[in-house]
């Protein structure tokens, strides 16, 4: 379990990049090979970075199979490399993955709102609300029954195709079914993303997902969800998040 010491600021926060994609991830730039990613990570004057890869329904041992790979690749570093993955529940209490996953790798980081993916369950009632409560409920199943170290991109709606305005899809949760959810995952010591491209895409949410975060007492982390490597470097993105997020 990967834990570091709490803090909402995020000049230190930025130091920080646990999400990036490397060429193992389908949709990342070719650019995108281990020791070109360290280096970056390095010249940035990044403390610690993870890998998190997608998983794949299709091959169940991917995860386990990139770790070995990206671990071979691995050189002597200044920069602290975490390998995880991006981990999918693709409905209430249903994963891609099994339970091992949560053994072997360093950083798993769960993301329960890839709902453009053909394996993804969508809720039931598809309106602005039944989506808000769908991710509330996976977030839940999440916290229940594995041993995840992060939420990626958490209450994201832009994957959510068929309602053209997300905005009404963040605007479906109360403060204090955030707050709740929040707080149960952080005495499961289970972080929250500050996923950076989110963050620039939906300010006024994540304004609020930060302070009530920040009241609940929930662990944040930042994650740049790099497919590419003039994104590796999270400290760019410093001034913009301060802006919208305190
Ligand atoms: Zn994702
Ligand atoms: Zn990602």
């Known amino acids: 379990m990967f834990f570091h010491e709490k803090t909402y600021d995020i000049d230190e926060l930025v130091k920080f990049n646990m999400h990036i994609h490397t060429t193992f991830s389908g949709c990342a730039k070719p650019e995108m090979l281990i020791p070109d990613i360290v280096k970056t990570a390095e010249e940035a004057g990044l403390t610690m970075i993870a890998m998190t890869d997608h ?29 995880g993955a991006e981990l999918s ?37 598809l309106s602005p609300r039944g989506y808000a409560v769908q991710m509330l409920k996976m977030a839940e199943s999440v916290i229940e029954l594995r041993k995840a170290d ?45 996923n950076t491209s989110a963050i620039l895409r939906y300010p006024d949410f994540y304004h609020r997902y930060f302070q009530i975060g920040k009241e609940v007492g929930a662990i944040f ?26």
């Open 150 to 194: 992060c939420f990626a991109h958490p209450f994201m709606p832009g994957y959510v195709k068929t309602i053209p305005d997300r905005d009404l899809i963040t605007e479906a949760y109360t403060d204090n079914e955030l707050g709740d959810i929040m707080e149960k995952a952080t005495k499961s010591e289970i972080a929250w993303e500050l």
């Open 55 to 83: 998983d794949g329904i299709q091959k169940k041992n991917m995860v386990a199979e990139n770790r070995k790979n990206i671990l071979a690749q691995l050189g002597d570093s200044k920069v602290k490399v975490l390998v």
């Open 221 to 246: 982390n930042v994650g740049t969800d790099a497919h590419s490597l003039d994104k590796v470097n999270s400290k760019q993105f410093a001034d913009e998040l301060k802006k919208i997020l305190y």
């Open 89 to 125: 529940c693709n409905g209430i209490g249903k994963f891609v993955n099994d339970e091992w996953c949560d053994l072997e790798m360093d950083y798993k980081l769960y993301t329960m709102n890839h709902f453009h993916v053909s394996f993804w369950d969508q809720p039931e009632d």
